[in-house]
């Protein structure tokens, strides 16, 4: 008996022990990653920042239960805050310093966020926007994503993007395939995400959600229309209420993102940000002196180098890692500190073989929110095909701002940034030129290296190129399907690396391949009767009255041909040679007039 008793006690012990055990191993389990970044969502399109018009309630909710860094910026426009954002490193540095022509793609020597998660033993997805390259090496699939529903370019039916896209049952890329989706856009990427968080529960993952909304145009469903249409249009401008619509259609979904988490049981142990990638582009308007919207006060929007441009939410939640209630950290921050961040955070390597990062774990901050940091950043945005010094700048230090080079505010005592006031504090602006300078240098190294795309290559053959890409001196890029509708004139070239030798066929479209269209289509309009919600549906397809087709690859080929308008392409067959080169592939009417082709389609055979 004395022995039966003395086993029942060792086996509790051990039990207990055991407990004990699995306890702190799940207590010790890497938290997930859940990363939310809005497109064009700007710092004063939240209640929770004095919006008093916007409908946005579980985001507000979130806030009170978050960390907020209020001084927290990125850069004016979208595809260069990505880059920033996935790197740690400064956009002009990774090659990305415009949102089209070649200049959007991520140089393939640089290391992601999720490169570094997939190092540390995580599982990553991405659903939304990249923005960062639609081809090899350059798509989310290839940078470190394992599982992708994603559209092409820089928004939903832009040139890279599925034909006939409309926001509304949309073709998307599911880990690079076409597949058909029934919803409304930032429906289904959530819906996605969220498959792709109860798939992955019982692993570390970490899940990127970067909406295309409220990034133009502003196609909504009607029921978020309709919570602000009786607005006046003293309020409200009637885009700004397709604006605002979409924004309370991205806070319903988060809302049920956290639902989720909590129902999985997962939320307290998960890593829960949210944050956008520049200023509002329609949330403030100001016509013949009277605004509508709201900017929280603040001097520019989408683009500015004023702080409207880039100064934009972010609110970070962990419950398992004390950061669970709303509690402001003012100091200065930005969008390359976000990488070291949850580096530190998650106990986890920077990625491997990764170049030299410009921004700073701001672990230490989250722990001491009252702590001060000195320090200088800058952004800029740039948008021409060789970044010129100073061009919309902004050199941040505290809350001192050195605008283009030459106008100073302090944002503390003038939120609006109407005193210029360089004349009274030179030696200031002499320090912010300086460290400008520095950083000019720097970043400006790789500005005469062009970004290849890969022909050829095993890893995507045929590969697909579009006018969004092309490298155009007078920045005519036919960019969205509208222009390519419409006829858009445009001109330049495509970087390629062709990577064998060997027989190449070469198909230029007036049409993607998609489509089925054929070059001399006259294609009827999208209306909005035909897709409820959309803003101003899309425009005819016109016969542009194509009768020649040429190629030219620099130093191998020169070529021209007859164009029927009956036919859906023109190819060309052809003998090239490895190399890095520039393509050349245009129309011309029965004018004589050249155009870019739209879309060239480039297989080995």
């Not at 579980?58 to 990505?82: K, M, Q, W």
């Not at 229309?225 to 006046?232: E, F, G, V």
């Not at 309020?235 to 319903?252: E, P, S």
């Amino acid at each position: 008996m004395k022995f039966y008793k003395s086993l029942v006690i060792a086996s509790l012990v051990l039990l207990s022990c055991s407990n004990k055990q699995t306890q702190k191993k799940a207590t010790a389990q890497k938290p997930n990653v859940i990363l939310v970044l809005t497109d064009d969502q700007g710092y004063g399109d939240i209640g929770a920042h004095g919006n008093k018009v916007i409908k946005t309630p579980n985001i507000d909710h979130f806030y009170n239960e978050s960390y907020h860094l209020t001084d927290f910026h990125v850069g004016p426009t979208c595809a260069p805050t990505r880059s920033a954002l996935m790197t740690g490193r400064y956009a002009n540095s990774v090659g990305v310093w415009h949102t089209v022509g070649g200049w959007s793609l991520l140089r393939e020597d640089e290391k992601t966020m999720a490169n570094m998660f997939v190092e540390g033993g995580y599982v990553t997805g991405a659903f939304g926007k990249w923005h960062l390259g639609d081809n090899y090496p350059f798509k989310p699939e290839h940078r470190g994503f394992q599982e992708t529903v994603i559209h092409g370019g820089g928004g939903v039916y832009q040139t890279p993007d599925y034909w006939g896209n409309t926001y509304f049952n949309d073709t998307y890329f599911h880990n690079g395939t076409p597949q058909k989706y029934k919803g409304y856009c930032t429906d289904v990427f959530f819906n996605e995400a969220i498959d792709f968080i109860k798939d992955n529960k019982a692993q570390p993952f970490f899940c990127y959600i970067s909406t295309n909304a409220p990034h133009g145009p502003y196609n909504v469903p009607l029921e978020y229309y309709n919570m602000y249409k009786d607005l006046s249009e003293s309020v409200l401008a009637d885009t700004q209420k397709r604006f605002y619509g979409m924004i309370t259609n991205v806070d319903d979904n988060f809302g049920k993102l956290r639902k989720t988490l909590k129902a999985l049981n997962i939320a307290d142990n998960t890593i829960l940000i949210f944050m956008t990638d520049n200023g509002t582009s329609a949330g403030h308007y100001t016509k013949n002196g009277k605004e509508t919207g709201f900017n929280a006060g603040m001097r520019g929007t989408k683009g500015s180098a004023y702080e409207g441009g880039h100064r934009v939410p972010f609110f970070i939640h962990w419950k398992d890692g004390n950061i669970a209630e709303a509690k402001d950290i003012n100091a200065l921050t930005a969008q390359i500190d976000i990488l070291p961040t949850l580096a530190e955070l998650c106990g986890i390597d920077l990625p491997k073989d990764h170049k030299p990062i410009d921004g700073q774990s701001i672990v230490s901050m989250l722990r001491n929110p009252e702590q001060k940091n000195d320090r200088m950043l800058i952004t800029d945005s740039q948008r021409v095909q060789v970044p010129e010094k100073w061009r919309h700048s902004a050199v941040m230090q505290n809350k001192w701002r050195l605008v283009n080079g030459t106008e100073l505010y302090n944002i503390e005592e003038d939120n609006g940034q109407k005193n210029n006031i360089a004349e009274q504090h030179p030696e200031r602006v002499k320090a912010m030129r300086d460290f400008y300078d520095g950083w000019w240098q720097k970043v400006s190294v790789d500005f005469d290296k062009e970004i290849y795309f890969k022909i050829g290559a095993e890893e995507e053959n045929p590969i697909t190129l579009t006018s969004h890409d092309v490298h155009a001196p007078n920045g005519q890029q036919p960019w969205n399907q509208s222009y390519i509708r419409e006829g858009m004139k445009g001109s330049g070239y495509w970087s390629v690396d062709i990577k064998e030798e060997g027989h190449y066929t070469i198909s230029l479209r007036r049409y993607p391949i998609e489509s089925g269209l054929a070059i001399g289509a006259v294609v009827p309009p999208i209306t909005i009767t035909d897709v409820p919600g959309m803003e101003k549906g899309l425009p005819e397809g016109v016969n542009l009255n194509y009768v020649k087709a040429s190629v030219k690859i620099e130093h191998q080929i020169n070529e021209t041909i007859n164009v029927l308008g009956t036919d859906t392409s023109v190819e060309f067959n052809v003998h090239l040679k490895p190399g890095k080169t520039k393509l050349h592939a245009n129309f011309f009417n029965d004018t004589g007039e050249e155009n870019i082709a739209y879309y060239v389609y480039i297989e080995k055979v």
